[in-house]
């Protein structure tokens, strides 16, 4: 398959991509033409179908895979397609986990990874809980799997969800081992839960956009409230702990006015909430230097949730 | 009975009062002696048993009813009885009633106007989402009329999250008569429910006080989940209709930094925190001006919760 | 007439317009053109004259009325008035109450009500105060029926300041119901009053902009100034009565960072700053909403006001 | 006369005071006594009557000058008078001059120096609107001279308010010189009106406390209003200019929350509001400084104004 | 020499300029051409090379200075070059003083009125401190009078810094007059030191930019450690006084949130972080008025350093 | 010895302490007394010397070690020492070691442990640098193993400094194993030397106090300056480097409010700011819970670094 980010400029291209966007417009003398946005999982390309009335436009949909054939142009510093015939596919004609962005880990190992840190959990109801999600619920791991972690900013792939509450959950493991008074089993239950109601908060790919009940509600408040449900299903949970796991999730974010309704009152708390922290920042950096060469230390500018401007380190 | 507002100086009290607060001390001079606050629905009154060891002083602990012998005193401008005898008091020698803050509209009344609001409501599934807790659970209303709606701060009184409760539905009510685009039965639904939690926040007179649950989960999430629980009993409520409920009761604070978790997103949800902010402001303002005498217009100082100095108006 | 809000791509249009704005300006190929913003009351157009030379082209000013032949085309997915023909109208051509955007209210039935209000005032002064302006003055009732209340943001139109005022002592009224201690008088005074500094600090319309008066002084300051002023003018007026009501107009924005020089230290004072917020947050919750259908629920992004995303509630 | 600040432990003291301050209280014995504090121009004093109803204790009150014959002892590291005989002092005992905290300059002179200024402000309606106030109007001097520009903090003293305003006037004659694009009959105006409205905000000495319009309208309001009535009595008065002073008087907080209605936004204003700034900064330190031996380099702690801790410098 | 300042469309022009930005670009067609910034001492002006590879485009770069030849043309209000032939400029085709923004006093004077003020501090230590930058070492001072103090805002052009640092220590001289307590040679030292580290801080003209140090670690960091080190050679300089000398540098931004890692603590670094805001906004208003006419008072709009709209005062 | 900590009520003592503190007082009824504050490295004591004028009572002075007999009395709920005989202690009569906090961990082995991670630095001039400091200067490491990281917050004890800058290393060290692209070196370079700028910024025990130059110049700036001199003794240290490890020093508090003058704008200077906060928060919670026994979950109130209400977590 050619990749969007391989593709030249003077190229004629014949391949099938997923349509992420498509709006009408006319042009200054008046002409109707069609907006497009193409995507695979190596990024997007703008495309524009100057004649839609012309023979070889057939209909299709935003969020169609659709076969396209046009030539590959400049505009304005950056690649424009040029589209000439254009047709919905055929499932067959392409492989779906080609066109979403998707984490460069591979999700089954890294879910094994996760089952493995669940097994090293001791206390009885919180390794019962944690199976009733990660081990029993198969329609559940499958959602994990797939999902992103947000819309934009870091993690917003494929898998997203899975690496990220798995790197929370690492850096959590390796607090616990400096500050043993931290009650592992109740943090680790913690990370691993923290971040699920990201599943309510966002669609799934290839749209992976907040739905309505993410706006009102959010993935805090939805992950507490289906965390605390599984937790009567389990009649021996003590009722401390179960208002502490979800204290854990409430107070992630770690600051009010960043959405938590509470602020982490927990040593447990305090903790997830720097892992999360932690593991979100290092990612949006990495995410950043991804397309730098080593030793390019050129300033990249402001970084909206670094809050300052950034560049790569010197080696 | 003598109530606490009316002692003076110079009096021998001998009476039944609630004891709020005990604390073991010791004199400059070595000698041990205790320190007591009594209450009655009017007020709080330092109390000090300076010979604890002598004849007439019985056993009691923080929270009992205790008759007391002693005599009124006056110490650095406020009144502080000298107890001489003190023990437990025997049910019948004593009117709970008499010795909590209560609100000064009866409870009864009051819960009468919120059944007769939610008559008012059309939208069946709302109707029988009020019925669930207002109407149909005895144990629910029992608690309900007897709670306050905070610590220190207004409505700190039994009877005092019912008088709030009203007070913001009735604002509601206003709302709508002016504003004819909100949708009533959805705001009114949200009125009632927007402070159950508090029931879970707070602790029951006497004590009155944060509870474990409340400090690490509060009332606003504590509130969301029961109503979701609810709601999961109603198999034909609409989903979209049972997240705008849940969303107006998280975002009732209006601000992240005032512990919502949302912002408001919907009018009802703007009214709503609108209504919340006004009666408890009113309230306040109603608290603070109490003893004052129509026409004082002296300042009273910095008010927190309003964060201005405060007087006042002249009439 | 031929409003804005019905022109439909493909249409000649041959109406009367109000010219908002007015700009000459060159293509890529270095052609001279005119670019207009035509407005009527019910919205506004891009016009382009491409051919400013041609005969058919007269002229004209901006704040002119102008008769204009075009076609509509569509660009960008706006519309377009390709104009052909421009010349001044002549009076009589155009009503001038066609081509603001007013009030979906009568104006004199809501001065009606507001009079109704002063009626009910019973403190001698304050009636009188509020005769010298609502009922004596006959230039300032025609000035406070015509003006706008902001603008851009919330009641941005012909009418505007009157329907704000209006909403804002109902809902004080409102409070006065339910809270008997506020000094009802004053609060509908000061309600009545609060924003009449808008006539200085906004001109009249079609400009509706901020006047120098009102850029360096605000309508806080000059309301509370021009109140002062007919004050001294009653010789009776209680001189604490006045400074109360002066304050009322000075905190009604209720905190110093929105340009009140007072935070409300009455009760009334906070009556009054809670009621001008409900009323702008609603009146700009339904203007946003104004166009949307009854049933869509589509989020409609951050709205600056309410410092949340929005969306209309489902019903 | 023999000052507080001069006072030691053990000595016997026969003089007039005045009393700032007059409560009655109890000892922890029951006894009743009365605390006292008194003040001359060098400080304040703790006194105590221990025996209020022996001989030798006359009749007096609040802000009464009052002889008292007593011992100074020392508690807890603090002077105290210990009270025998105390009467109402007779007008002829006392020099009232000698009980209040008074500039350390001649307020005659400062009051020449701002006479000097005026009389090279050269716009002829400035300087009629200057001369109105400072130099025709001798009530208006007699007060100016005589009130200080602050309750607690900086300029707290009898000139105060004068010394003030000199301070700034000066700097902003010297930002004059350093910016010529200053105008500077403009900017000298408003540096000398800037806090007149304080003659009304705070009661005169030995009160000096905030008055009732103090805390409802404050001093910018009141001095814009005050320089806006006079102004109307100058017919050739040009708005603009009249405008213009009037922002830099409501502008001279510099910023919304320090009770600026606006914020600067001439040349001028911006310059007015440094310059109270310095002025007041200034003058702070060297209160703080004042009593503090020469090359002591000790840290005085947390100081609210400067928001930092401070020492003086090492020279 | 032809400035941009003067240039008026339908010119035709022959001129060496310097190239600011040079960037390929392609038209909506797909033709390439090339955008520059050219750059003389009244402006800058954007060009176009629509045929790149036309005879008579020969090659250049950034930061050259450029022989160009070509037509003056508008295009939405703003001049543009149409750029017919292009050349490297020779040296002595061209003056490089013609093609920096330069401050409009003369630098040597400037220059001299600084060594006048550095001979007049008595402080033996702190007068050989300032020799051994200002006075003998010439490559600082080549460097001093060629720098910028700014990217962009307020004296930004050749001289800017020397300008700035002159203007910051004449203010604290005034503020040494009226407030005598304060330590004159420390304070002078202070100011002229103050920026010093902006020659790390930012690169050279023409380019002006923030380099990597300046983003690292910053001019108040730098200039503290610079001072510091040459403090280190005079054995004899008091370690109470460099600390002084070096906090007063260290805290001239005067709040955290604005880089000062300390807030100012001592007499001098208040009186200077206020001489170097007044310096800084005086300027600021300077240039945002140099090009209004007199008597003009329109309103500019939003001016960030200010935070405020501002306008031009009238006379 | 006979630990503070261990002492009960009604106990004879016969120790030696050190004299943290002494203070003159006088009681109500005017007798001369003294207060002091005994310190050993379980807690501190407050003591009374009732007969200061007695026999027995010799000289000494604040930070003497002082051999003392007295009673154990209780007053207000806490101990008081009633001190009977009193004399300044011979060295060899303690221990110094026992008068002060000290860390839970042996200092040497913690030392040990610093050693190791330097010896795992690759890059030569890292290492280099490291070894000038931690290794090659006895005198430093020295100082460093006594010193405290904090006046009173956490890490306030001897070896705390040590403590809590290997606690920040390791968590590097564990944050450079879970994200591969941070640079190793340059992050535990950083680490070690963040906060040394501390052995400036407090005085040494007992004393433990800002110093003048940490309050003028403060830990980061005065550390950051320290690696820049020793530094420049390595003519090969790449610049790039030292100015990346200087801006991960300086960044290191996170925020410009917190006092960095910079905002973290590197990957290590990220990573190195979380670290830090991670293990002053988990020391902070790990000394506030110190004393709480398992299974107590009483909330402790609020805590002003974690900006919230803590309990201990139930296990």
């Given at each position: 398959?050619?990749?969007?980010?391989?593709?030249?400029e003077?190229?004629?291209?014949?391949?099938?991509?997923?349509?992420?966007?498509?709006?009408?417009a006319?042009?200054?003398?008046?002409?109707?033409?069609?907006?497009?946005?193409?995507?695979?999982?190596?990024?997007?390309?703008?495309?524009?179908?100057?004649?839609?009335?012309?023979?070889?436009?057939?209909?299709?949909?935003?969020?169609?895979?659709?076969s396209?054939?046009?030539?590959?142009?400049?505009?304005?510093?950056?690649?424009?397609l040029?589209?000439?015939?254009?047709?919905?596919?055929?499932?067959?004609?392409?492989?779906?986990?080609?066109?979403?962005?998707?984490?460069?880990?591979?999700?089954?190992?890294?879910?094994?990874?996760?089952?493995?840190?669940?097994?090293?959990?001791?206390?009885?109801?919180?390794?019962?809980?944690?199976?009733?999600?990660?081990?029993?619920?198969?329609?559940?791991?499958?959602?994990?799997?797939?999902?992103?972690?947000?819309?934009?900013?870091?993690?917003?792939?494929?898998?997203?969800?899975?690496?990220?509450?798995?790197?929370?959950?690492?850096?959590?493991?390796?607090?616990?081992?400096?500050?043993?008074?931290?009650?592992?089993?109740?943090?680790?239950?913690?990370?691993?839960?923290?971040?699920?109601?990201?599943?309510?908060?966002?669609?799934?790919?290839?749209?992976?956009?907040?739905?309505?009940?993410?706006?009102?509600?959010?993935?805090?408040?939805?992950?507490?409230?289906?965390?605390?449900?599984?937790?009567?299903?389990?009649?021996?949970?003590?009722?401390?702990?179960?208002?502490?796991?979800?204290?854990?999730?409430?107070?992630h974010?770690?600051?009010?006015?960043?959405?938590?309704?509470?602020k982490?009152?927990?040593?447990?708390?305090?903790?997830?909430?720097?892992?999360?922290?932690?593991?979100?920042?290092?990612?949006?950096?990495?995410?950043?230097?991804?397309?730098?060469?080593?030793?390019?230390?050129?300033?990249?500018?402001?970084?909206?949730?670094?809050?300052?401007?950034?560049?790569?380190?010197?080696?």
């Open positions: 398959m050619k990749y969007i980010e391989i593709l030249r003077g190229e004629r291209v014949n391949e099938v991509y997923l349509c992420k966007h498509r709006q009408s006319v042009t200054k003398n008046g002409k109707a033409y069609e907006n497009l946005i193409l995507q695979d999982k190596t990024g997007t390309l703008d495309a524009k179908i100057w004649e839609p009335d012309s023979q070889g436009i057939d209909d299709f949909e935003r969020f169609d895979y659709i396209v054939t046009g030539d590959v142009t400049s505009f304005q510093g950056a690649l424009q040029n589209v000439k015939r254009v047709r919905k596919a055929q499932p067959g004609e392409y492989e779906p986990g080609d066109y979403l962005p998707v984490s460069s880990r591979d999700v089954d190992e890294m879910y094994g990874e996760l089952k493995d840190i669940i097994s090293s959990v001791e206390t009885p109801c919180l390794k019962m809980l944690l199976s009733k999600f990660f081990l029993e619920d198969k329609e559940f791991e499958k959602r994990f799997k797939f999902h992103s972690a947000a819309k934009t900013v870091h993690h917003g792939f494929v898998g997203g969800l899975l690496e990220h509450t798995l790197g929370v959950t690492k850096l959590c493991e390796a607090f616990c081992r400096q500050y043993p008074m931290l009650n592992r089993d109740l943090l680790l239950s913690a990370a691993m839960f923290h971040d699920i109601g990201k599943l309510e908060e966002l669609s799934v790919f290839p749209e992976n956009d907040y739905t309505d009940d993410g706006q009102l509600l959010g993935h805090i408040v939805m992950g507490t409230e289906w965390v605390g449900e599984k937790i009567r299903e389990i009649p021996e949970f003590p009722k401390k702990l179960a208002s502490e796991l979800k204290h854990c999730i409430l107070a974010h770690g600051e009010l006015e960043y959405g938590s309704p509470k982490p009152a927990l040593m447990e708390a305090v903790a997830l909430s720097f892992a999360d922290n932690v593991d979100a920042k290092m990612e949006t950096l990495k995410e950043a230097f991804a397309s730098i060469p080593e030793g390019n230390t050129e300033w990249l500018g402001y970084n909206r949730l670094l809050e300052s401007n950034i560049r790569k380190t010197s080696r």
